[in-house]
Structure formats: structure tokens, C-alpha cells
């Protein structure tokens, strides 16, 4: 029985592909599937990988389209071709540990009606995205949390933490779902799994609100890998940002635009941030399924002060603060634009390259770890962390 279907959607990306693909099937476990969706212009390198280098039954290849599908596109057509009893969405420069499956089936006995669950996850820089020192990171703490789906719902519609990004969690995006919550959400929402263009975002929104219990563990189960050509290391070049957000729009031409006239914080203009990306997303899906906004306008005001508060380049802080200024100036005719006071900006600065603990956060040099991969920095990491037999058999401490 397959008891989870990791899907990896895939563009233009083949070598990191490769490496991931690799990195998992590593593991010998015999109770998942990896689906691997290539949208790549040349379809022809995973397609050689497989036929002539790579043999592993667990995983299939789902070659492009007759033309490029968008992200949100593809996303979909792998979904539905999961037969796994837990789905879950990765990169292609991430990684995730299939042992998973025994934290599922844990949590499957302990709580029945779960249909959810999240982890923390690690955070990892591929060494061609590291223009500059930083830091990757490992929880180290494990304990396992019921979250509350009112308080949930509360952070991601209403952004009640008032943070430059909603601390929510639970999604198909670097989580776990049941398939059943997946088809309940096809068949209420439009006939599609996923709408929106902000597809990780867009799918949260929807299973919070159907799932019937939301699990957390503080263990990690997967890294955030971000190499020179993810969206992620884009945000560090403000040219490369701006044409790979042209490019996500030409290529989610005829879906849901994030240019939207109702919340004027477009994503194509040069001073776009990641805050606004999310609450044009979140404002969308409740606007759309008459979800209650109740304090959604000042939450937003007060994250935009919080994503500026952390910019250290005095021209970024400027653009970002000139953009926020023009939406609340045409938002809802101004009525939130006294409310917004950003903070002075702080001076130019290089980022923090301090290592240590922090709130159960091991923070680590990049050029410390011996790891070229985020399979390899997992693997480097669990020597830190409690082990995965310990945490799905609910020991609390390490055996001797």
C-alpha cells in the first residue's frame, strides 16, 4: 500500500531535479511514491535520466505538455495522479524524508480524525545562491501540537499576528494531507484542486478550512532548498525578481490575476513584496468564499510595517515603502493610509552572521555544514535532532 505520494513539480531545473530525485530514492521504504511533473522546455534530460540511468518503481515521470503549463497547472495534473493515502509538494531543490510515513501512521493512531499535519522544516542555500555569508538553519525541538483550527484560520484569513508572513503551516506545500480532504476540496472548490497562482498559499487556505484536525510536529521532516534559479533567491536581485515575476505572469496568463483592482498591491510593480504576494491571495479566497475579513485591513497594515522593519538596503527599504504607500493610498480610497507608519529604517547593514540557539532553532554558517545538497544538510542535521523511530513512537527523550 502506498501510504504517501511526495509530488515534485519541476521547470527548468533538471539538475537539481536529478539530485533530489536521487536523494529519495536512497531511502527503502516501499510505502511511498514520488510523481515528478517536468514542465521543462527540453523535456528530453528527465526523460533520458529515467529511461537510461535511472530504475525505480516507486517513481514515475509525467513528461510536459504540448505547451508550458503554469505553475498552478501543474500542481494540479500531479495530484491527480497520486494513489498515495497522504499527499504532499515539494521543489525540485528540496528535500523531504520519506520515513515520514512512520510519523503519519503515528498520528493516524493517536488521532483518528486527523487529516493535516505540518512540521518545521530546515533551511538550506544550494553554495551557487550564497552571494553573501548567511546562515542555514535546524529545529531541534519535537513535541507534537493540536492546533486549534479557529486561532489557524485566524492567522492566515485575518493575519492576526499581524507578521510580515501568516505563521500557518499547514498546506500540501512542505506538509502532509489526506486525499480525501484533497477530492472534498476539488469537488467544492470550482472543480479544481488549486485556483489561485500562489498555489501553496491558495492551498492552505482551502484545507485549513476543510480539514478536520491540524497536527503539528516541532521535529523536521524536510528542508527548503533554495538554489541561484528558485523564486526564492530571485527576491535577493531586484532585476532578477522583476523578470521572473514577469515571466510567472505571462506564463499564469488566463488565471486568477494578481493584479488585483480590489487590493492595489500588485505583484508586478518593482517594489512587490512576498507580505502583499500572501494578502492578495488570502484577501482573494476570502473575498471569493465569503470568509469573514474582521480586522484582515489593520493586520495587513501592521505586517507591511513588519516586513520593512527587517530590509537592510536602504534603496529596498525606499521601494518597498513607496509601494505600500501607493496601495494604501488607492486601497479602499485611502482609509487605511494613516495607519501605516513605517519604521525608520535602521541604516545599511550586512545580514546576522552569528551561529547558535535560538528558540529551538540551531542557526549554522553555510560554510560549516559538510553538505553540497539539502538531502546531505538533513542527513547532517538529524545527527542534532531527536530520531524519527523516537518521535512516531511518542519516546520523549533519546534512548541509551
Known sequence: MIHLSICLPTRNRQSYCIETIRALAESDGADFEVIVGDNSDDGSVLADFFSEEFKDPRFRL?????????????????IGLTRGRWLSVIGDDDYIDPKLVLLLKYYERLYPEVDSVSWARMSY???????????????????????????????????????????????????????????????????????????????????????????????????????????????????????????????????????????????????????????????????????????????FVRAAMDELSGIIIEEEYELKKAYFERGFDAWEGGRWRESFKPPVFWGNRSHNELCGVLKDYLYIREDVPPARTPAEFYRFGEALIMPIEHVASGARVFAR
Not at 509525467?62 to 500531479?78: I, Y
Not at 489526506?178 to 487556505?205: A, L, Q, T
Request: hydrophobic share 35%; proline share 7%; with cysteine.
Open 125 to 299: 542555500n544550494w553554495p551557487d545562491n550564497r552571494p553573501e555569508p548567511a546562515l542555514s538553519v535546524v529545529p531541534v525541538a519535537h513535541d507534537t501540537y493540536v492546533a486549534v483550527k479557529s486561532i489557524v484560520q485566524d492567522r492566515l484569513y485575518r493575519w492576526s499576528q499581524g507578521t510580515k508572513r501568516p505563521a500557518v503551516g499547514f498546506g500540501l506545500y512542505h506538509g502532509a494531507v489526506r486525499k480525501p480532504v484533497m477530492e472534498r476540496i476539488k469537488r467544492k472548490y470550482g472543480g479544481r484542486y488549486f485556483e489561485h497562482p500562489v498555489v501553496d498559499y491558495e492551498s492552505s487556505c482551502k484545507i485549513i478550512r476543510e480539514a478536520r484536525m491540524l497536527v503539528h510536529c516541532q521535529r523536521p521532516f524536510s528542508v527548503l532548498g533554495a538554489c541561484k534559479a528558485s523564486n526564492s533567491a530571485g527576491t535577493k536581485s531586484r532585476k532578477t525578481m522583476v523578470e521572473r515575476v514577469n515571466t510567472f505572469k505571462a506564463e499564469s496568463k488566463g488565471k486568477i490575476d494578481m493584479d488585483d483592482p480590489v487590493f492595489p498591491f500588485p505583484i508586478s510593480d518593482p517594489g512587490a513584496s512576498i507580505c502583499a504576494s500572501v494578502a492578495s491571495t488570502t484577501y482573494w479566497f476570502c473575498r471569493t468564499y465569503g470568509i469573514d475579513l474582521t480586522d484582515f485591513p489593520e493586520n
Open 62 to 78: 509525467v513528461g510536459p505538455a504540448d505547451t508550458v503549463l503554469s505553475m498552478v497547472d501543474n500542481w494540479e495534473r500531479l
